[in-house]
Structures are given as C-alpha cells and as structure tokens.
C-alpha cells in the first residue's frame, strides 16, 4: 500500500515537473521572439538614424565645399581686381619714368656742358629705380615684359641691373665675358639680377662689397652675386627655394604690409623664361652666393673684333659694333666688340668733382659729368627697354 502511494506521488512530481518544463520552455521562447522583434525594430531604427547622420554629413561636406569654392572664387577675384588695378597703376608709373628720361635727355642734349648735369645724374638714378619696382610689379601681377629684337651682351646685361639699384657704386663686375643673351631672354634676366642685386644691397652693410663674376658650368652660364650679409637660416632658405622655383606663388595679400616682390618676381620669371635661380650657397664673406643658371639655349658667345684705336675713332670711349656676319648653333648672330655699356654708371668721384675744385676745373667736371649722365641715361633707355619695353606680339626673338 505503502509502495503504491510512493509511486502515484512519484508519477504525480514526475507530471508536475513536465508541465512546469513545458511551460518554462514556451515561455523562454515567448521571450527569446519578443527579445527578437525588439533587436530587430532597434537594429532598424539604428540603420535609419545612421543613415540620416550620414545624409547629414554629405550635406555639411556639400555645403563646405560650396562653402570653400565660394571663398575662394571670391579671393581670386579680389586678386584678379587686385592685380589689374596694381598693373594699371605700374603701367602708368613706367610712362611717367619714360616720359621723365627722356626729358632727361632733352635737357642734356640743351645744356651739354653745363656742371648742373652732374646732379641730374642722381636723379636719372632714382628714375631707373622707380622704372625697376614699377615693372617688378607689372610681372607680379601678370603683365609681359615686352619683345626685343636683338641679343645683348650678358656683361652688358648686368650692368643694366647695377644701374638700377640704389647703392649701384658697391656693385662690382669681377670680369668681362664674351657671351651673349637671346633676344627673349634679355628683359628677364635683367630684371632677375637687378632685384638680387638690390636684395643683397639691402641685406648688408654700407660698404660692404658686392661682387658679380660669371662661370662657365659644363653647357650652363652662371652669373654668381656674392654679398657679405647676414645670411639666411635654413627655414629663410627654404622659403627663397619655393619662391624662386616658381611652383609657389603667394597672393599679393601674402606678401605683408611692404610688399616683398623680389623672389615671387623672379620665380616667375625664371619659370617662365627656362633659367634658374639658387640663393641657398654661401659666399666667401659668409653672406648669401646667388647664382643665376643659364641653360646654353639662352645665350650664344660673342665674336671678338678687333681693337679700334680711340685717335682714330675720335670719340673717347666709343668702340665700333661691326654687322653679324656668322650666326651660332641656335640661329643667334654672332656679335662683335660691345658698345657703350648698357648701364654705365660712372664712378663717385665723377659725380663730386664740381663741388671741390676750382670753377675753371668744375666746369670740366660738368662737362664729364655731362658725358657720364649721357651714358648713364642712355643705358637706364636701354635697361628698361630690356626690361619694361611695352609688349607687341609674341616675346621670342
């Protein structure tokens, strides 16, 4: 009786414990479907919300860059506004100094023995340097440099660019050379050397030696500046690379409150025109060695002519240009002997003399002073003839 009981209450448990497994398992499945639906509706929702942030961020990228190309479309025409008023404004300058020199001539032609041209020199001096920045922003801000028919002489050439600078008596030419620039490269190289020279000015002592030598590199002509300045470190040196490559060019914005144009000027020139241009050398004053590179496509060697005797010639000074009658591998004439230099600049004591002697011997002196201003103004025409010529056509020869 005993052993049926146990066994009913034994089955009875044995049910019980079934149901309750049942129950248990539908309702961990109850659960486990609701869990489901509800990751599913989350992970739903999730896929909605991120795909609205992402909406949200192409829409911000789009307007950034809509936003971006707006600024930018408006620095450029500010620049491009910039630019054309600067180059009017240069342009205008240069017709004024134009217009000056030659009234600078008119007046020593008039009064050619008269001591008061020796002060005119001074101001024909400051003319070419006023012709020399006006350009210097006119290439700046896009203008041509203008066409020249005829090559010139690279001794020639640098004095041209000495001729334009203020402190132009420390410049000096180490040596004569006997080559030639192309026609199309005349103007550019010009004004290339004339702003390293007046940057080397300008970073040096009063006083201080400027010196100009030229060097033949394999199929390259350099003309090496050599000052005795403060130098540069390495970050000023990399800045001058990037400038004088012409890959950077700063907006005129850029180049501070006084506008620096020297580098930016001859980086675009030197990109333009196939040479370049090296600062990053040290010269033997422990200042700044520039060097101006010229590929052998840009110059030609002059023709030595022989040596006409000043009696003969009658005329102090002058040497007779014959006619090119040979021309080199690159279709250039082969010039002979050079004439008056471009920019001869006389020396110092030509331009005092008046001021501390005698009248019969200031008189003298005016006359010379007279004769150097010619030379002077004629080279300063032909500088800026080089250089600021007004543009015709195309700029090759």
Same mark, same amino acid.
């Given at each position: 009786?005993?052993?049926?009981?146990?066994?009913?209450?034994?089955?009875?448990?044995t049910?019980?414990?079934?149901?309750?497994?049942?129950?248990?398992?539908?309702?961990?499945?109850? =659960?486990? *479907?609701?869990?489901?639906?509800?990751? !599913?509706?989350?992970?739903? &929702?999730?896929?909605?919300?991120?795909?609205?942030?992402?909406?949200?961020r192409?829409?911000?990228?789009?307007? &950034?860059?809509?936003?971006?190309?707006?600024?930018?479309?408006?620095?450029e025409?500010?620049?491009?506004?910039?630019?054309?008023?600067l180059?009017?404004?240069?342009? @205008?300058?240069q017709?004024? !100094?134009?217009?000056?020199?030659? $009234?600078?001539?008119?007046?020593?032609?008039?009064?050619?023995?008269?001591?008061?041209?020796?002060?005119? $020199?001074?101001?024909?001096?400051a003319?070419?340097?006023?012709?020399?920045? !006006?350009?210097?922003?006119?290439?700046?801000?896009?203008?041509?440099?203008?066409?020249?028919?005829r /090559?010139?002489?690279?001794?020639?050439?640098?004095?041209?660019?000495?001729?334009q =600078?203020?402190n132009?008596? &420390?410049?000096?030419?180490?040596?004569?050379?006997g080559?030639?620039?192309?026609?199309?490269?005349?103007?550019?190289?010009?004004?290339?050397?004339?702003?390293? $020279?007046?940057?080397?000015?300008? @970073?040096?002592?009063?006083?201080?030696?400027?010196?100009?030598? @030229?060097?033949?590199?394999?199929?390259?002509?350099?003309?090496? =500046?050599?000052? %005795?300045?403060v130098?540069?470190?390495d970050?000023?040196?990399?800045?001058?690379?990037?400038?004088?490559?012409?890959? #950077?060019?700063?907006?005129?914005?850029? +180049?501070?409150?006084?506008?620096?144009?020297?580098?930016?000027v001859?980086?675009?020139?030197?990109?333009? #025109?196939?040479f370049?241009?090296?600062?990053?050398?040290?010269?033997?004053y422990g200042?700044?060695?520039?060097?101006?590179? +010229?590929?052998?496509?840009?110059?030609?060697?002059?023709?030595?002519?022989?040596?006409?005797?000043a009696?003969?010639?009658?005329?102090?000074?002058?040497?007779?240009? /014959?006619?090119?009658?040979?021309?080199?591998?690159?279709?250039?004439?082969?010039?002979?002997?050079?004439?008056? /230099?471009?920019?001869?600049?006389?020396?110092?004591?030509?331009?005092t003399?008046? $001021?501390?002697?005698?009248? *019969?011997?200031?008189?003298? %002196?005016?006359?010379a002073?007279?004769?150097?201003?010619? *030379? @002077?103004? &004629?080279?300063t025409?032909?500088?800026?003839?080089?250089?600021? %010529?007004?543009?015709?056509g195309?700029?090759? *020869?």
């Amino acid at each position: 009786m005993i052993r049926d009981v146990l066994v009913w209450c034994l089955v009875a448990v044995t049910a019980i414990t079934l149901v309750a497994a049942v129950a248990l398992s539908r309702r961990n499945k109850a =659960i486990a *479907a609701k869990k489901a639906r509800s990751e !599913a509706a989350l992970t739903q &929702r999730l896929s909605e919300a991120d795909a609205q942030v992402a909406a949200l961020r192409a829409e911000l990228h789009q307007h &950034r860059t809509e936003h971006a190309k707006t600024i930018q479309e408006a620095e450029e025409a500010a620049e491009d506004s910039t630019k054309a008023v600067l180059k009017g404004s240069a342009r @205008f300058l240069q017709s004024l !100094a134009a217009e000056q020199l030659a $009234l600078l001539e008119e007046i020593q032609r008039k009064y050619g023995g008269h001591s008061v041209l020796g002060d005119l $020199l001074e101001v024909s001096h400051a003319n070419a340097q006023m012709a020399r920045k !006006a350009q210097g922003i006119a290439v700046m801000c896009g203008a041509p440099l203008g066409r020249r028919n005829r /090559p010139a002489s690279v001794y020639d050439v640098v004095r041209s660019a000495q001729g334009q =600078i203020r402190n132009f008596r &420390r410049v000096e030419i180490m040596q004569q050379t006997g080559f030639a620039l192309k026609a199309s490269t005349v103007s550019p190289v010009a004004l290339a050397v004339a702003e390293l $020279l007046d940057n080397a000015a300008s @970073f040096s002592q009063t006083g201080s030696p400027i010196e100009v030598t @030229f060097q033949r590199v394999q199929k390259n002509l350099c003309i090496v =500046i050599d000052d %005795a300045g403060v130098g540069m470190n390495d970050e000023e040196r990399q800045k001058a690379t990037d400038l004088l490559s012409g890959d #950077y060019r700063p907006r005129l914005s850029q +180049l501070g409150n006084q506008p620096k144009f020297g580098f930016p000027v001859i980086g675009l020139l030197a990109q333009q #025109y196939g040479f370049r241009v090296d600062v990053t050398g040290v010269s033997r004053y422990g200042g700044v060695r520039a060097v101006v590179l +010229l590929p052998e496509e840009l110059w030609t060697e002059e023709e030595a002519a022989p040596v006409v005797d000043a009696q003969e010639t009658g005329v102090r000074g002058t040497v007779g240009r /014959p006619e090119p009658v040979t021309r080199t591998k690159h279709g250039l004439p082969r010039r002979g002997a050079r004439q008056v /230099p471009i920019a001869s600049v006389p020396d110092h004591d030509e331009t005092t003399t008046s $001021l501390t002697v005698p009248p *019969a011997a200031a008189e003298e %002196a005016g006359r010379a002073a007279g004769r150097s201003l010619g *030379a @002077f103004q &004629r080279g300063t025409l032909s500088g800026r003839n080089l250089a600021g %010529a007004p543009s015709e056509g195309s700029d090759e *020869a």
